[in-house]
Structures are given as C-alpha cells and as structure tokens.
Nanobody
C-alpha cells in the first residue's frame, strides 16, 4: 500500500511554468508505476501522463505532449510533472496515483490516489 500526496499547485499566467510533485508514504515507491490526472470544473477526471516503476517508459495525453514532462526520483520517493507553456484550459485539480504495473494511456485503473492540488492558469 502507498499513499500519494501532491504539492506544487498554484496560480500562474498563461505561458508560464509550474512543477508539481507527488511524494508517497507507506510503501516502496519504486514498486509502483505512477500517473498524473486532472479534473477541470464540471468535467470528468482525465489522464495526463504515466511513468513506469524505474522511469524508463512514459506516456502522455495528446493535449500535453511537448509541454509537460513526467519524471521520478526513486531515491526521494517522489514523482514530478513539469508543466511548461501553460494555457488557461490547463486549469484543473491535478491528482497523482499509483498502480502496480505500467499501463499505457487512459483506461487504466489506479489503486491509490492523492487528494489533488489546484492549478489555475490565468489568461
């Protein structure tokens, strides 16, 4: 079992950058594939990016490819989401989640979820 905790959200202007972090407690971080998701007001939660347990494989939603970068540091039990060229439509609550095995794209069930961190991009 692992408990993810997000941090790093905030308010940023369009075109700016932000880096989110996801730390975990209660388990061996390197045994878990991790993912980032987001939920905008009035919309369902959607997949953003995922990374394999050792970080050698990554996958992204088309909407963030080329702008967002997922990474992890297993020594620090932390995953990151570097977000560049932010747009107002990136405004959402961002969640990190853990699952046993790496799974491409959307439609993969994650076992443990954080509480989310708000990202607001002003125009």
């Amino acid at each position: 079992q692992v408990q993810p905790v997000e941090s790093g959200g905030g308010l940023v202007q369009a075109g700016g950058s932000l880096r989110l972090s996801c730390s975990t407690t209660g388990g061996t971080f390197s045994r878990w594939a991790m993912g980032w998701f987001r939920q905008a007001p009035g919309k369902k939660r959607t997949f953003i990016a995922t990374i394999s347990r050792r970080g050698e494989f990554t996958d992204y939603a088309d909407s963030v490819k080329g702008r967002f970068t997922i990474s992890r540091d297993n020594d620090k039990n932390t995953m990151y989401l570097q977000m560049n060229s932010l747009k107002p439509e990136d405004t959402a609550v961002y969640y990190c989640a853990a699952r046993r095995n790496y799974c491409l794209g959307d439609g993969c069930a994650y076992e443990y979820w954080g509480q989310g961190t708000q990202v607001t991009v002003s125009s």
